[in-house]
């Protein structure tokens, strides 16, 4: 199963979640869910972006979830070093690895990673 974590600020507008799911795509291959904080996934960007490519959302809780990067501002705020790392990793399950690190979408109000775990749907 392919997830993919986003993270994002408020007020991120639909097109920075699209341009950096659609990087992380390119490089891992087509998401089959996607993640976030628990404390987002009812922001209405989020589920337009859900409901527009009609994949699952799953809301989880991201905090102690050690990450390939790992920005200090995030670390402070949310206990991991990318939201969208982390969300995908625990989306995916516990042997889900990280198989594009996240990426910024163009305006940096958005991030997205792929995480990976290997399945007949691989």
Sequence with gaps: MRVAGLGFRRGAPLAALEAALEAVEAQGGRAQALATLSGKSADPTILALAARRRLPLI????????????????QAMHGTGSVAEAAALVAAGPEARITVVRISAPDGMATCAMAATEGPSE
């Design 59 to 74: 809301g989880v809780e991201v905090a102690g979830i050690a990450t390939p990067t790992c920005s200090a501002r995030i």
